[in-house]
Protein backbone atom coordinates (compact mmCIF):
# COMPACT_ATOMS: atom_id res chain seq x y z
CA UNK A 1 0.00 0.00 0.00
CA UNK A 2 1.13 3.81 -0.51
CA UNK A 3 -0.25 4.85 3.49
CA UNK A 4 2.98 7.01 4.08
CA UNK A 5 2.38 8.04 8.03
CA UNK A 6 3.18 11.09 9.91
CA UNK A 7 2.02 12.84 12.79
CA UNK A 8 -0.12 15.44 12.49
CA UNK A 9 1.12 18.86 14.57
CA UNK A 10 3.92 19.74 16.22
CA UNK A 11 4.12 22.81 18.30
CA UNK A 12 8.08 24.27 19.58
CA UNK A 13 9.20 27.30 21.04
CA UNK A 14 11.78 28.89 18.88
CA UNK A 15 15.42 28.30 19.31
CA UNK A 16 14.47 24.39 20.22
CA UNK A 17 14.89 21.81 18.05
CA UNK A 18 12.10 20.07 15.86
CA UNK A 19 12.01 16.35 15.70
CA UNK A 20 9.23 15.31 12.77
CA UNK A 21 8.76 11.55 11.97
CA UNK A 22 7.34 9.55 8.84
CA UNK A 23 6.65 5.43 8.65
CA UNK A 24 6.97 4.64 5.03
CA UNK A 25 5.87 1.57 3.39
CA UNK A 26 7.98 0.40 0.58
CA UNK A 27 11.15 -1.46 1.90
CA UNK A 28 12.37 -1.31 -1.51
CA UNK A 29 11.80 2.41 -1.85
CA UNK A 30 15.56 3.92 -2.60
CA UNK A 31 14.82 7.34 -2.02
CA UNK A 32 13.26 9.39 0.27
CA UNK A 33 12.22 13.06 0.57
CA UNK A 34 11.24 15.99 3.03
CA UNK A 35 9.19 18.89 1.50
CA UNK A 36 7.84 21.97 2.98
CA UNK A 37 4.32 23.52 2.36
CA UNK A 38 4.37 26.89 3.35
CA UNK A 39 0.56 28.26 3.18
CA UNK A 40 -0.58 28.76 -0.54
CA UNK A 41 2.09 27.25 -1.68
CA UNK A 42 3.43 24.29 -3.39
CA UNK A 43 5.93 21.59 -2.34
CA UNK A 44 9.24 22.48 -1.86
CA UNK A 45 12.04 20.00 -1.38
CA UNK A 46 14.28 20.62 1.67
CA UNK A 47 16.10 17.47 1.52
CA UNK A 48 16.47 13.87 0.82
CA UNK A 49 18.25 10.71 2.14
CA UNK A 50 19.07 7.94 -0.19
CA UNK A 51 18.25 4.50 1.77
CA UNK A 52 21.93 2.65 1.88
CA UNK A 53 22.53 6.15 4.21
CA UNK A 54 21.56 5.96 8.56
CA UNK A 55 22.10 10.05 8.99
CA UNK A 56 22.05 12.87 6.13
CA UNK A 57 23.08 16.29 7.95
CA UNK A 58 22.36 19.61 5.80
CA UNK A 59 23.01 22.67 7.65
CA UNK A 60 20.30 23.08 10.26
CA UNK A 61 18.68 19.59 9.22
CA UNK A 62 19.42 16.19 9.97
CA UNK A 63 17.57 13.32 8.26
CA UNK A 64 18.02 10.29 9.96
CA UNK A 65 16.77 6.82 8.34
CA UNK A 66 15.88 3.26 10.09
CA UNK A 67 15.56 1.45 7.22
CA UNK A 68 14.76 -1.88 9.26
CA UNK A 69 11.92 0.13 10.98
CA UNK A 70 11.15 1.87 7.79
CA UNK A 71 11.13 5.12 9.81
CA UNK A 72 11.89 8.41 8.85
CA UNK A 73 12.60 11.71 10.67
CA UNK A 74 13.59 14.96 10.11
CA UNK A 75 15.22 17.26 13.19
CA UNK A 76 15.17 21.19 12.86
CA UNK A 77 17.78 22.50 14.58
CA UNK A 78 17.54 26.61 16.63
CA UNK A 79 13.89 26.19 15.24
CA UNK A 80 12.60 29.74 13.54
CA UNK A 81 9.31 31.29 12.96
CA UNK A 82 9.81 30.66 9.21
CA UNK A 83 10.22 27.49 9.80
CA UNK A 84 6.69 27.40 10.48
CA UNK A 85 5.14 25.26 7.46
CA UNK A 86 3.45 21.68 6.55
CA UNK A 87 6.58 19.44 6.06
CA UNK A 88 5.73 15.94 4.34
CA UNK A 89 7.74 12.92 3.85
CA UNK A 90 7.80 10.89 0.79
CA UNK A 91 8.74 7.67 -0.72
CA UNK A 92 9.77 7.12 -4.25
CA UNK A 93 8.91 3.90 -5.41
CA UNK A 94 10.03 2.39 -9.32
CA UNK A 95 9.01 4.18 -12.33
CA UNK A 96 9.67 7.67 -10.57
CA UNK A 97 6.42 7.19 -8.76
CA UNK A 98 6.75 9.25 -5.71
CA UNK A 99 4.22 8.22 -2.32
CA UNK A 100 3.01 11.28 0.65
CA UNK A 101 2.58 11.40 3.97
CA UNK A 102 -0.36 13.18 5.12
CA UNK A 103 1.97 16.04 6.47
CA UNK A 104 2.70 17.30 10.18
CA UNK A 105 1.42 20.78 10.80
CA UNK A 106 4.97 22.72 12.42
CA UNK A 107 3.89 25.54 14.17
CA UNK A 108 6.90 28.00 15.98
CA UNK A 109 6.46 30.20 18.88
CA UNK A 110 7.81 32.94 19.54
CA UNK B 1 15.46 28.82 -14.46
CA UNK B 2 11.52 29.07 -14.56
CA UNK B 3 9.76 26.95 -12.19
CA UNK B 4 6.65 24.61 -13.06
CA UNK B 5 3.85 26.94 -13.86
CA UNK B 6 -0.01 26.28 -13.19
CA UNK B 7 -3.27 28.34 -14.03
CA UNK B 8 -5.68 29.37 -13.05
CA UNK B 9 -4.33 29.52 -8.98
CA UNK B 10 -8.00 29.76 -7.91
CA UNK B 11 -11.27 28.71 -9.57
CA UNK B 12 -15.11 28.55 -8.31
CA UNK B 13 -17.36 26.60 -9.89
CA UNK B 14 -20.70 24.84 -9.35
CA UNK B 15 -21.18 20.99 -8.74
CA UNK B 16 -22.10 19.88 -12.49
CA UNK B 17 -19.98 22.08 -14.49
CA UNK B 18 -16.56 21.61 -15.95
CA UNK B 19 -13.20 22.80 -15.08
CA UNK B 20 -9.78 22.67 -16.98
CA UNK B 21 -6.09 23.47 -15.63
CA UNK B 22 -2.85 23.96 -16.81
CA UNK B 23 0.34 23.47 -16.31
CA UNK B 24 3.96 24.14 -17.87
CA UNK B 25 6.57 21.60 -16.39
CA UNK B 26 9.99 22.72 -16.04
CA UNK B 27 11.43 22.70 -19.94
CA UNK B 28 13.16 18.97 -20.76
CA UNK B 29 11.55 17.73 -17.89
CA UNK B 30 10.73 14.09 -19.12
CA UNK B 31 8.01 13.17 -16.50
CA UNK B 32 4.71 15.41 -15.66
CA UNK B 33 2.50 14.64 -12.49
CA UNK B 34 -0.85 14.94 -11.21
CA UNK B 35 -1.21 15.05 -7.54
CA UNK B 36 -5.16 16.39 -5.59
CA UNK B 37 -4.53 17.28 -2.43
CA UNK B 38 -7.78 17.84 -0.01
CA UNK B 39 -7.43 19.95 2.89
CA UNK B 40 -5.17 18.08 5.58
CA UNK B 41 -4.07 15.87 3.65
CA UNK B 42 -1.06 14.88 1.85
CA UNK B 43 -0.91 14.87 -1.92
CA UNK B 44 -2.45 11.80 -3.65
CA UNK B 45 -1.04 11.32 -7.35
CA UNK B 46 -3.93 11.13 -9.64
CA UNK B 47 -1.64 10.53 -12.92
CA UNK B 48 1.81 10.34 -14.25
CA UNK B 49 2.86 11.01 -17.61
CA UNK B 50 6.42 10.65 -19.33
CA UNK B 51 7.07 12.41 -22.73
CA UNK B 52 3.54 12.44 -23.99
CA UNK B 53 2.55 8.38 -22.42
CA UNK B 54 0.58 7.82 -19.69
CA UNK B 55 2.56 5.62 -16.75
CA UNK B 56 -0.05 5.31 -14.31
CA UNK B 57 -3.40 6.74 -14.47
CA UNK B 58 -4.86 4.15 -11.90
CA UNK B 59 -6.23 7.18 -9.05
CA UNK B 60 -7.84 9.07 -11.63
CA UNK B 61 -11.72 9.00 -11.67
CA UNK B 62 -12.04 8.14 -15.37
CA UNK B 63 -15.89 9.07 -15.46
CA UNK B 64 -14.91 12.39 -14.68
CA UNK B 65 -11.36 13.16 -15.09
CA UNK B 66 -9.64 13.24 -18.21
CA UNK B 67 -5.45 14.71 -18.62
CA UNK B 68 -3.48 14.65 -21.74
CA UNK B 69 0.17 16.03 -22.60
CA UNK B 70 0.16 16.82 -26.02
CA UNK B 71 3.57 17.17 -27.57
CA UNK B 72 4.98 15.86 -24.08
CA UNK B 73 5.60 19.86 -23.03
CA UNK B 74 2.73 21.19 -21.67
CA UNK B 75 -0.59 18.88 -19.88
CA UNK B 76 -4.02 20.22 -19.17
CA UNK B 77 -6.23 18.13 -16.37
CA UNK B 78 -9.96 18.47 -17.02
CA UNK B 79 -12.67 17.67 -14.88
CA UNK B 80 -16.40 16.84 -16.23
CA UNK B 81 -18.94 17.28 -14.07
CA UNK B 82 -17.45 18.39 -10.94
CA UNK B 83 -18.36 17.25 -7.90
CA UNK B 84 -18.73 18.88 -4.15
CA UNK B 85 -15.71 16.22 -3.30
CA UNK B 86 -13.13 17.23 -5.62
CA UNK B 87 -13.03 20.32 -4.08
CA UNK B 88 -9.01 20.64 -3.46
CA UNK B 89 -5.62 22.07 -4.76
CA UNK B 90 -4.64 20.07 -7.74
CA UNK B 91 -1.24 19.69 -8.10
CA UNK B 92 1.14 19.80 -11.09
CA UNK B 93 4.93 18.40 -10.70
CA UNK B 94 7.65 17.02 -12.94
CA UNK B 95 10.89 15.53 -12.93
CA UNK B 96 13.76 15.78 -14.98
CA UNK B 97 14.23 11.90 -15.30
CA UNK B 98 12.04 9.01 -17.07
CA UNK B 99 9.91 6.60 -15.36
CA UNK B 100 12.52 3.82 -16.82
CA UNK B 101 15.35 5.37 -14.78
CA UNK B 102 16.84 2.91 -12.32
CA UNK B 103 15.59 3.73 -8.88
CA UNK B 104 18.98 4.20 -7.57
CA UNK B 105 19.20 7.52 -9.55
CA UNK B 106 17.84 10.64 -7.88
CA UNK B 107 14.81 12.30 -9.31
CA UNK B 108 13.10 15.30 -7.10
CA UNK B 109 10.25 16.36 -8.12
CA UNK B 110 8.88 19.87 -8.74
CA UNK B 111 5.85 21.36 -7.37
CA UNK B 112 4.33 24.14 -9.01
CA UNK B 113 1.82 26.76 -6.93
CA UNK B 114 -1.05 24.70 -7.56
CA UNK B 115 -5.05 25.17 -8.63
CA UNK B 116 -7.09 25.68 -6.01
CA UNK B 117 -10.58 24.27 -6.26
CA UNK B 118 -13.91 25.18 -4.86
CA UNK B 119 -17.26 23.69 -6.31
CA UNK B 120 -19.91 24.62 -4.76
Known sequence: GEDVEQSLFLSVR???????????????????????????AGLQLLTYIFSNMDMKQDQRLTVLLNKKDKHLSLRI???QTGDS??????????????YFGSGTKLNVKP | EAGVAQSPRYKIIEK????????????????????????GQGPKLLIQFQNNGVVDDSQLPKDRF??????????????QPAKLEDSAVYLCASSPRGSGLQS?????????????LTVV
Open chain 1, 14 to 40: EGDSSVINCTYTDSSSTYLYWYKQEPG
Open chain 2, 104 to 116: WVNTEAFFGQGTR
Open chain 2, 66 to 79: SAERLKGVDSTLKI
Open chain 1, 77 to 79: ADT
Open chain 2, 16 to 39: RQSVAFWCNPISGHATLYWYQQIL
Open chain 1, 85 to 98: AIYFCAEKHNFNKF
